[in-house]
């Protein structure tokens, strides 16, 4: 079950923004292969859950593509609809390097008026040092990075974060007010769900869809507040 696809000639698409009439309408007329799975480009197939959400299957079984690729390549494709729904183009992998050199892809990276955005998707656990070590190659070259990460991977991240948090911000005493989730100022993260409803979740129960995330990042809503990262 997944809610984003791609059209026949590569648009991206989300389920979760259409209506349910719309959606019904459109499971009557889609022919076989106008959608196509984001995991394996296999013919992807209109379906709507028992609670009423609209998704996207396989044809027959299961994908033989790694959970890995298939986490990153739904969150990918979430995130270029969710754009486009904005009105903004983004592209994915997009290699750059900073001016000293060191090269990165973006998975997404799009331009709103002078801001140079990235998207990066983690689905498997990395080290700190290497969020950090990826948040400032972006940041030397002028490009604001944003992170989606799987669940599992933001608790295992969230206890390194509290702990460098606690040391450094709060001299190692517990605030009375919490430390919210745990995470750094200087570190955007983010958990996205991409199995059930396709939503972007911030700790303390607080989600949003993809679309108003990012519209979040570009009117500055999504922002730093007492150890979380969240919209208001
Ligand atoms: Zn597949």
Redesign the pocket.
């Known amino acids: 079950m997944t809610q984003s696809a791609w059209t026949r000639s590569g648009a991206p698409v989300d389920a979760s923004t259409f209506t349910l009439i719309q959606w019904e309408a459109l499971k009557k007329t889609a022919q076989l292969g106008d959608y196509v799975?984001t995991?394996?480009k296999?013919p992807a197939v209109l379906k709507t859950s028992i609670n009423g959400l609209p998704f996207f299957a396989?044809l027959s079984d299961e994908?033989a593509?790694a959970p890995e690729t298939v986490w990153h390549h739904a969150g990918k494709a979430a995130v270029l609809a969710g754009l486009a729904s904005l009105g903004i183009e983004g592209n994915d992998e997009v290699p750059g390097q900073s001016p000293t050199g060191e090269k990165w892809e973006a998975d997404v990276l799009f331009k709103a008026s002078d801001r140079t955005i990235a998207i990066e998707l983690q689905r498997s656990y990395q080290h700190l040092r290497d969020f950090t070590r990826r948040q400032e190659r972006y940041a030397e070259s002028g490009v604001e990075c944003y992170w989606l990460v799987r669940k599992e991977t933001f608790i295992t991240l969230a206890k390194a974060t509290s702990r460098l948090l606690l040391k450094r911000d709060y001299g190692n005493v517990f605030p009375p007010g919490g430390i919210g989730t745990g995470m750094l100022s200087e570190l955007p993260v983010a958990m996205l769900d991409t199995e059930n409803s396709q939503r972007v979740m911030f700790g303390g129960l607080k989600a949003a869809t993809v679309p108003a995330w990012l519209a979040g990042i570009l009117n500055r809503s999504y922002q730093y507040r007492g150890g979380s990262w969240n919209l208001d």
Do not use: R
Request: neutral net charge; charged residues 0%.
């Open positions: 799975m995991c394996c296999a396989h994908c593509t």
